[in-house]
């Protein structure tokens, strides 16, 4: 149980990282604010102990800016957690609607409704993907051809995912408005966490990670003290470093992934 509990709002509570997240959080004690589309979802949610974990139903597609605004500024929360995706289902169109759109509709909903001036609130956190990134420039200089075979496999397979998430980072990095964090996991594992990671140190994409280092990961973040990791965007692989320390070290690193 951690000594600063703190109210987190998820939106695209039933995906596995947020179910994860939401396990995870409950665990320590936090309060937990679960955004989902369908009231029969509510029984897959983590149950934590008595209240902990709250099921808010509302359509991230169908809701407005100022619907969204308004649930903020109803829970009050110190965190805000973006982990919505269409999964793929539907179609590039879907994910579009979802994964750029739905972030988009988020961020202004945090800028509507106030909340980010509010001192009790430390950040919105954005689950985004590895290789994020400009498809027309060059690839980060650091990436060799295991990497380059990685990239372009992903983009064949999920492109219009790729390019959503792209268009909501770009956009959210010209905001100033909020402290945001983004992270960037690796292809994403359904097999128990190890809790050792590669944070933000250009490991190769090759190494996938589980789902569970990737919720514990987002909970680090979520628990550093206000006004730490703002305008990061880091990238998330299995490694061989604690995740305590990966989060601590990234930060005190202070260099993004995202190449603009």
């Not at 003290?225 to 989060?247: E, R, T, Y």
Request: aromatic share 6%.
């Amino acid at each position: 149980m951690t000594s600063n509990p703190l109210s987190i709002f998820i939106v695209g509570g039933h995906g596995k990282v947020a179910l994860s997240f939401t396990r995870q959080a409950a665990a320590r004690g936090h309060k937990i604010f679960s955004l989902i589309r369908q009231p029969e979802h509510a029984d897959d949610l983590p149950k934590g102990s008595s209240g902990t974990v709250e099921p808010v139903i509302a359509s991230l597609e169908q809701s407005s800016v100022a619907d969204i605004a308004s649930l903020f500024a109803k829970y009050a929360p110190s965190v805000i957690l973006f982990a919505a995706g269409a999964g793929g289902k539907g179609g590039p169109e879907r994910t579009k609607a979802v994964d750029e759109h739905g972030a988009i509709k988020v961020f202004d909903a945090i800028e509507q409704s106030g909340i980010a001036k509010a001192e009790h609130f430390r950040r919105f956190l954005l689950v985004s993907a590895v290789d994020v990134r400009d498809k027309n420039k060059p690839p980060p200089s650091w990436y060799q051809k295991p990497d380059l075979e990685r990239s372009e496999k992903t983009r064949n397979a999920i492109g219009a995912y790729m390019d959503a998430k792209y268009a909501a980072d770009k956009n959210l990095s010209g905001r100033t408005s909020f402290p945001w964090f983004v992270l960037r996991p690796g292809g994403l594992l359904d097999e128990p966490g190890t809790g050792k990671v590669a944070l933000g140190i250009h490991q190769s994409l090759v190494h996938s990670i589980p789902r569970e280092d990737v919720a514990a990961t987002l909970l680090e973040v979520a628990q550093l003290p206000k006004g730490q990791a703002d305008g990061l965007m880091l990238d998330l692989l299995s490694g061989d470093h604690d995740i305590p320390s990966s989060v601590r070290d990234a930060v005190e690193r202070g260099r993004t992934d995202f190449e603009g």
